[in-house]
């Protein structure tokens, strides 16, 4: 494995961790922009516009794009949240030069009116899509109560009637200000020749123009709050909690992901034994989100809502029970085997590496090995762990519940 | 693409394939047990899921939390499954635990306790599970187009029934695994990080001396065309369709499977330029060939908003329909390139390749290489795709729809 980075001229980045040994290699756009970026009324604009990258260039047509993916043989993607927009493909190494030269020209998109407006009707498709799934909007509902006027509060979807006002004219200038090179890392692992890589980038950006792309962080003012929905077609109770944990540029995240895993990993932790092996829940989990400047740690529950209240009551008591029931050597030691081994399993391919290597540049500018990237899971102190525990039930907490009735 | 697939059976009847892959270091192991929910007696439906969840509630030297903690400290990742007709275990770990990770997934098979107080346990989970597909309408949509196409004993869920489930005991629990885990009809592959004469040892030491009744034959699957609409309060109304394509054991499976990747693989495949990038009708629309036995089905699924069903439903079996008036070489060399490109990925994963053999052996009987699956990829013509369309042309149709409104659908009695 070796590590490569190049700044261009314009400001684009380009990093690389070059297998040569390796199958297939893998590549991607990674643009630092999303919902948090937007103004509330353009609410939905960065996933909108993620759809439009597909739609054709200047150079190419909608059906250029599809059918020039295809015959790579590519295995491609994207996809949009909170913090960060990503375009992906995974090709064999003697495609490199068609794919990123078709990747590139798409981040140059055209964004006409026509195209626009079909794929308008697919974005509130997949809107009615999660609101039929569960948990019903419960998890936008939790951030929106969470982060209230903090911009983390914004659905990455928007809403039905934000994306029904949106126009092709203000998502053009927001793709402007958003997509300059030096908002953009262009990532790559696998069979990687990392020098003609820069080359042709290199030529194909020289017209691209920096932009001063800045994101405002501030961290989020917390109220506690309960709120109930009510979703009338739902037979289960989905109840979801959020309260502050550490962000991704926080070391304090792997005590945290530890801790997130003893307690409610979906196999073996405290709350599966408690709840999920007993048949008393579907499912009960906690687990870790980290953004920018802050972070959530989650408590999710999916029962019968007969059972609800009980085991909301089963799962409190049991976060709560930092002093009565200590961490032990042997959860630490299960925790982190399974933490560790899950990575180096998924690291084999170089698609699962792509993320890996492009959030850890991206969020923390730092490369790892995979080696080095578990080592920090295997230096917690058990003390930590459990300091962290004894914290978590005086938390700030925002906890939203959804079932058919109130 | 260099391979080598080794292949052995033990004589209790047990098959034990391998595929070295020594640049991962990884492997991957499936087994696959000759257990499916068709031979569930009828008034038991689920006791296939049940069985297998008691099996790994302890076993062998280990009880039920033990062999989650071993199985968590040796760092392994597993699932497991029922279908029609198998039982499957998987697990996935770094190679160096492959010996104690294969000793605790013996065990769960050939010796679980079947403990008296984990039953009531056992069953509320599986309880809770068939309870939850009624807010996964997509889900439960293909569960009641499978009910719908295969019949009683074909068509079964693996969640079971309410009655089914309810209805279980310890000792259908005991029988059903004293019947039907045996090593006759049963497969093991290994792919990853290996050596195949040090994993076959191991494999005879573990399962040599397991023995059993021999692998039952069973009533030919037959599709059953029609159709049926279950009334939901969503905003999406969910479509299933299906119609008779020829099972992955045919000779002529590969002309029918290039078929489906015209219509469904990719981003310029048919089905997504259509319903999705011309209409805008949907987010998600696709289709999947799917065999169960020798009865091949071609399986698809559109989700849009209730008021766009009907015009959804209708440009979707069109666009299959359309099939006849030929395929463009470009679309064509557009598969063989897709194809091409995830026979070389299949390198990269030790879990996908050892379900793949397990699947081939299970259907075929042997393992297919790369290089004979390119071979015949390679052979499709846009003229031998049109001929086996013209020979098999899509019949025996099967809709089902989950939304608030019933959908016209004039090929139900063709």
């Known amino acids: 494995m070796q590590f490569h980075n190049q700044v261009l001229d314009n400001g684009l980045e380009i990093i690389a961790e070059v297998n040569k040994e390796a199958f297939s290699q893998s590549l991607g756009y990674f643009v630092k922009t999303g919902s948090r970026d937007e103004s509330p009324e353009m609410a939905g604009v960065s996933h909108f516009l993620e759809h439009m990258m597909f739609k054709g260039t200047p150079n190419r047509s909608a059906v250029d794009v599809n059918r020039e993916l295809d015959d790579l043989g590519s295995q491609s993607n994207a996809y949009t949240s909170e913090e960060q927009t990503v375009y992906y493909m995974s090709v064999l190494p003697e495609n490199q030069s068609a794919a990123l030269a078709l990747l590139t020209d798409m981040m140059r998109p055209a964004l006409r009116d026509e195209d626009f407006q079909t794929e308008r009707q697919v974005i509130l498709e997949e809107i009615a899509m999660y609101d039929d799934q569960p948990p019903y909007g419960a998890m936008e509902r939790a951030m929106e109560v969470y982060f209230r006027d903090h911009p983390l509060a914004r659905r990455v979807l928007g809403t039905r009637e934000t994306v029904a006002a949106l126009d092709p004219e203000s998502m053009r200038a927001y793709h402007e200000a958003r997509y300059a090179p030096n908002n953009l890392t262009l990532v790559a692992t696998g069979a990687v020749d990392f020098d003609a890589l820069v080359q042709s980038v290199e030529k194909m950006t020289k017209h691209w123009k920096p932009s001063s792309s800045a994101r405002s962080l501030r961290s989020p003012a917390i109220e506690s709050e309960n709120v109930a929905m009510v979703h009338p077609p739902a037979t289960q109770q989905y109840t979801l909690q959020y309260s502050p944990g550490p962000g991704y540029c926080d070391e304090q995240r792997y005590v945290t992901r530890i801790l997130a895993s003893i307690l409610g990993d979906d196999s073996g932790s405290r709350l599966f034994w408690e709840l999920v092996d007993t048949g008393l829940a579907e499912s009960a989990a906690v687990f870790t989100q980290e953004f920018e400047e802050c972070g959530l740690i989650c408590t999710f529950l999916a029962c019968a809502p007969e059972q609800q209240e009980e085991n909301w009551e089963a799962i409190r008591n049991t976060l709560a029970s930092g002093k009565q029931n200590p961490i032990t050597e042997r959860e630490m030691e299960l925790a982190k085997n399974k933490i560790c081994a899950g990575m180096i399993l998924g690291s084999e391919r170089p698609s699962n590496r792509l993320f890996s290597v492009g959030n850890s540049w991206t969020f923390r500018r730092k490369y790892e090995t995979i080696q080095a990237a578990t080592k920090h899971y295997q230096a917690v102190k058990i003390e930590d762990v459990q300091e962290e525990f004894e914290k978590l039930s005086d938390r700030k907490q925002v906890t939203v519940s959804v079932g058919p009735e109130a | ?414």
């Open chain 2, 1 to 414: 693409m260099q391979q080598k697939v080794f292949e052995h059976r033990l004589p209790n009847g047990m098959v034990v394939l391998g595929e070295p892959m020594p640049w991962l270091e990884s492997v991957a192991f499936s087994i696959l047990l000759p257990a499916g929910t068709h031979h569930e007696p009828s008034n038991r439906l689920g006791l296939a899921g049940m069985t297998l969840e008691m099996c790994q509630r302890g076993s062998g030297p280990w009880s039920s939390r033990d062999v989650v903690e071993q199985l968590d400290f040796l760092g392994v990742e597993r699932s497991s499954s029922v279908t029609t007709f198998h039982t499957s275990l998987s697990m996935a770990a770094m190679a160096s635990v492959l010996e104690p990770t294969l000793e605790i997934a013996a065990t769960i098979i050939r010796e679980p306790h079947f403990p008296e107080d984990e039953l009531e346990e056992a069953r509320q989970s599986a309880l809770l599970e068939l309870a939850s597909i009624e807010d996964d309408p997509a889900q439960k949509c293909f569960k009641e187009l499978k009910r719908l196409r295969f019949g009683e004993v074909y068509g079964r869920s693996s969640l079971g029934s309410q009655e089914g489930l309810e209805e279980t005991t310890l000792d259908d629990c005991k029988k059903f695994h004293a019947s039907h885990y045996h090593p006759d009809g049963a497969i093991i592959s290994l792919a990853g990080n290996f050596q195949w004469d040090s994993f076959l040892k191991l494999v005879e030491r573990l399962f040599g001396d397991w023995t059993g009744k021999p692998k039952q034959a069973h009533a030919k699957v037959v599709s059953i065309p029609g159709s049926s609409h279950l009334k939901h309060d969503s905003q999406q109304t969910h479509i299933a369709i299906a119609y008779d394509a020829v099972s992955y054991n045919h000779p002529e499976y590969y002309q029918s499977r290039g078929l489906v990747g015209i219509l469904s693989d990719g981003m310029s495949s048919r089905l997504f330029s259509e319903v999705r990038e011309k209409r805008g009708l949907v987010y998600s629309v696709s289709a999947s060939s799917h065999s169960l036995d020798d009865c091949g089905s071609v399986l698809c699924y559109a989700g849009t908003t209730a008021p766009r069903a009907q015009e959804t439903l209708d440009v979707t079996v069109q666009t299959i329909l359309e099939l006849e008036k030929g395929i463009e070489p470009d679309e064509l060399k557009r598969l063989k390139s897709r194809v091409r490109t995830s026979l070389v990925m299949e390198q990269e994963s030790s879990s996908s390749r050892s379900s793949q053999m397990a699947y081939d052996w299970a259907y075929l009987g042997r393992v297919p290489t790369r290089k004979e699956l390119l071979s015949t990829i390679d052979a499709l013509t846009c003229e031998s795709l049109i001929e086996h369309y013209s020979k098999f042309r899509p019949k025996s149709w099967s809709l089902v729809t989950i939304g608030p409104e019933p959908l016209e659908f004039a090929n139900a009695v063709s």
